[in-house]
């Protein structure tokens, strides 16, 4: 994000966008409810949603049955987007509002899910620090639901250059101790109707 900054970027954005305006909105976030749903993890399991901006993944995660949701965003504005639209059922959900790349967590979460956020995270330093905090934060045995730009996903993404991934590349960017569960392409059809290749891959820490 050269000369971006991103938390001033994705603030502004969610301060003139709902969350139904933005590209990779997904009225029902099929692909990540199927994986997260594969891993078989109890209803009360932490779950944390990375960079979950103003998604309707908590909502459909709470009208499942999960209990223990925690959505972190960097920018405030976004979870306060989903906070309003939630109302009272907001009060279940824990909301932090920081930078992943500088996230120290305070417990350990049985799935940490991040979908079109890591593709943002260019520089090496910031991709170490998102390991370190996905290492720190996941419980053992942990699973990590992850989805980026494919192969043949767009280059850029809201104005900024994103990573595209394959399942190989992301195994050499978690490094040992993640097992690939499952991967797949899926098609994202934008609100403004263009298509987008998405990866959706399924990862298990192992001991
Ligand atoms: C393309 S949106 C995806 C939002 C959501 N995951 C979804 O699928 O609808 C990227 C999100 O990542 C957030 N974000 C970007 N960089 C971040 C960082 N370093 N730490 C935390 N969140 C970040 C943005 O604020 C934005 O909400």
């Excluded at 692909?31 to 209803?43: E, F, K, M, V």
């Excluded at 995660?61 to 309003?84: C, F, H, K």
């Excluded at 996903?153 to 195994?171: D, H, N």
């Amino acid at each position: 994000m050269m000369g971006v900054d991103p938390a001033a970027h994705w603030q502004r954005l969610y301060e003139t966008r709902s969350a139904d305006e933005v590209s990779w909105y997904e009225p029902v976030p099929e692909g990540s409810l199927a994986l997260i749903r594969a891993t078989g993890i109890p209803l009360e399991a932490p779950i944390l949603d990375v960079g979950g901006g103003a998604s309707l993944l908590a909502d459909h995660l709470l009208a499942s049955g999960y209990t223990d949701i925690s959505v972190l965003d960097l920018s405030p504005a976004a979870l306060e987007q989903a906070r309003a639209r939630l109302g009272p059922a907001a009060g279940r959900v824990t909301w932090i509002a920081a930078d992943i790349t500088s996230f120290v967590p305070e417990r350990r979460y049985v799935l940490w899910h991040d979908r079109a956020v890591l593709h943002f995270i260019l520089r090496p330093g910031e991709q170490r620090r998102y390991l370190a905090a996905l290492r720190k934060g996941l419980a053992p045995h942990g699973h990590v639901v992850l989805a980026t730009f494919g192969p043949e996903g767009p280059e850029r993404c809201s104005g900024l250059p994103v990573q595209r991934y394959s399942a190989a590349a992301l195994q050499v960017l978690l490094g040992p101790g993640f097992q690939l569960r499952s991967s797949r392409i899926e098609q994202h059809r934008t609100p403004g109707g263009e298509t987008q290749e998405f990866l959706y891959t399924w990862w298990q820490a192992t001991p």
